[in-house]
C-alpha cells in the first residue's frame, strides 16, 4: 500500500505546539541531569518510562495517519476501478452499435462498392449475351445504339428510386448519426455528474478523517499537556522538597557557625579546608602583622644601606670626574707648550738657513 504524504502546506500550530513541549521537557531533563543535589549514580528510570510513553503515544499517532491514508488510498482504487468499468462498459456498447449499423444499414445488397474478394462478381453481373434489348450491354458492346433504348423510362424510374433510396438512407444515417450523439452527450453528462457525485463523497470522507484526525491528535495533545502538568507539579514538589532540605542542612550544619575548628584539615593540622574556612583568629593576625613589621624594619635598613652605597656611589664618581678633568686641562697645557716650544725652534732653524744660503745650497 503506497503512503500519500501532502507536501508545500503551512505547518500545523498542534505539531509545532508539541515539537516545542518535547523541546521543553529535554530542557527540564537537562536540568534536572546536571543538577548536583538531585543527581545520583545509574540510570533515570521515570525520564526512560516517559521516553517508553511518548514512543508509544507517536508510534499510535503514526499507525493512525497510516490507517487514513490507506482508507483513503482503497477509496481511490475503487473509484479508478469504478471508472474503468464505466470507460469499458461505454467502448462495448459503442461497438455494439456500430456491429448494428453495420448489421442493419451497410447489407451486401445495398453496397455501391466492388467486392475485391469476389472475382466471378462481374461474370454474374453481366451473363451470356441474351438479346439486343438486354440491360447488361451498353453501346461499347455494339449491341445497344444511341436512339435504340427501348427501356429509357424504365431505366430512369431505377434511377429516381435509387436516388431515392440513397436519400433516405443518407437521412437516416444522419438521424442516427445525431441519435448516436446525443446518446454519447447524454452518457457523458451521466458519467461526469457521476464523477462528480463521487468526488463530493470522496471529499466529504476526506473532510470526516481529517476531522477525526483532528480529534484523536487534540485527545492526545490534552493526555500528553495533562500528563506534562502532573510531572511540572511532581518535580516542583521534589525541588521544594529538595530546597527545605539544603536550608535545615545549612542551618544544622557548622557551614553558617563562627567556629575555626571546622577549617581545620584532619590530615595535615597545618592546613586548612578552603571551602570551609571563617577567616583568621585573632593570634594568626596578631603574627602575621608582627612579621609585617619585621619585614618592614628589613626593608627600611636595606633601603638606607642601598642610599648609602649609592651616595658613596655618587661621591666617587665625581671625585672621578674631576680628576678626569684636570688631567685633560694637563694634557691642554702640555700639548700649548709643545707647540710654543716647536714653533721657537722652527723659527731657529729659519733664520740659520737664511744666513748661510750657499752652504745649505752645497
Not at 45 to 68: I, P
Not at 104 to 111: A, G, P, Y
Request: negative net charge; glycine residues 2%; proline residues 3%.
Amino acid at each position: 500500500m503506497r503512503k500519500m504524504y501532502q507536501v508545500d502546506l503551512p505547518p500545523d500550530p498542534k505539531e509545532v505546539a508539541a515539537i516545542e513541549a518535547r523541546r521543553n521537557q529535554e530542557r527540564e531533563q537537562q536540568s534536572r541531569f546536571f543538577n548536583v543535589r538531585t543527581r545520583v549514580m545509574g540510570v533515570d528510570v521515570e525520564a526512560l518510562n516517559n521516553q517508553v510513553e511518548e514512543r508509544k503515544l507517536q508510534e499510535a499517532t503514526e499507525r493512525s495517519k497510516e490507517a487514513a491514508y490507506g482508507t483513503n488510498q482503497v477509496r481511490y482504487d475503487l473509484v479508478a476501478q469504478m471508472l474503468e468499468k464505466e470507460q469499458a462498459e461505454r467502448t462495448r456498447r459503442l461497438a455494439k452499435k456500430v456491429q448494428n449499423f453495420r448489421e442493419q444499414r451497410q447489407k451486401l445488397r445495398n453496397r455501391c462498392e466492388l467486392d475485391f474478394w469476389n472475382s466471378n462478381q462481374l461474370w454474374r453481373e453481366f451473363p451470356a449475351y441474351l438479346g439486343d434489348n438486354a440491360p447488361y450491354y451498353g453501346q461499347a458492346s455494339l449491341q445497344c445504339f444511341s436512339g435504340e433504348d427501348l427501356e429509357r423510362a424504365t431505366y430512369l424510374r431505377m434511377q429516381q428510386e435509387q436516388f431515392q433510396y440513397s436519400l433516405e438512407r443518407q437521412l437516416q444515417e444522419q438521424q442516427q448519426a445525431r441519435v448516436d450523439e446525443n446518446c454519447a452527450d447524454m452518457l457523458n453528462d451521466q458519467l461526469r455528474l457521476a464523477m462528480d457525485m463521487r468526488a463530493a463523497q470522496l471529499a466529504k470522507l476526506e473532510e470526516s478523517c481529517h476531522i477525526a484526525m483532528m480529534a484523536a491528535t487534540a485527545s492526545a495533545n490534552k493526555a500528553q499537556a495533562v500528563k506534562l502538568a502532573e510531572q511540572q507539579g511532581q518535580e516542583h514538589q521534589r525541588q521544594q522538597e529538595a530546597n527545605l532540605v539544603e536550608v535545615q542542612n545549612q542551618i544544622t550544619s557548622d557551614l553558617l557557625t563562627e567556629n575555626p575548628q571546622v577549617a581545620q584539615n584532619p590530615v595535615a593540622p597545618h592546613r586548612v579546608l578552603p571551602y570551609c574556612w571563617k577567616g583568621m583568629t585573632p593570634e594568626q593576625r596578631a603574627t602575621i602583622r608582627k612579621v609585617q613589621e619585621t619585614q618592614h624594619h628589613e626593608k627600611e635598613a636595606q633601603r638606607q644601606a642601598e642610599q648609602a652605597l649609592d651616595a658613596k656611589w655618587e661621591s666617587q664618581a665625581i671625585n672621578l670626574a674631576q680628576a678626569a678633568k684636570e688631567l685633560e686641562e694637563q694634557e691642554r697645557e702640555l700639548c700649548a707648550e709643545f707647540r710654543r716650544g716647536l714653533g721657537s725652534f722652527n723659527q731657529q732653524l729659519a733664520m740659520e738657513q737664511n744666513a748661510h744660503p750657499i752652504s745649505s745650497a752645497i
